[in-house]
């Protein structure tokens, strides 16, 4: 894959991605699928930050709770991040 400028959140499911992608009120999203079971959730990024933003990290953090996933792995434009559940959300 070629670099972005935006955010890719890997999804292994369709209907995963699109649970996600319904919370992401006030987003600009796309979906793309590049496998069977490989899935990306993209936004665009307007402006240039550190890290995620707290009201997306809360989301992700929601998906990973609503879906019971353990973790997401957020690319951002010049590096990865994994998003991990909670361990309060586990219980």
């Given at each position: ?18 649970a996600l992608a319904r919370n992401l009120d006030g987003h600009d999203w ?62």
């Open positions: 894959m070629t670099p972005s400028t935006g955010i890719r959140i890997e999804s292994r499911s369709r209907w995963d991605a699109l796309h979906l793309v699928q590049t496998s069977p079971d490989r899935w990306y959730v993209c936004l665009p990024r307007e402006e240039q930050v550190d890290d995620l933003a707290a009201d997306l990290l809360g989301l992700l953090q929601n998906w990973l709770d609503e879906r019971a996933l353990a973790e997401a792995v957020v690319h951002l434009p010049d590096r990865d991040r994994v998003v991990e559940r909670e361990p309060d959300a586990a219980s």
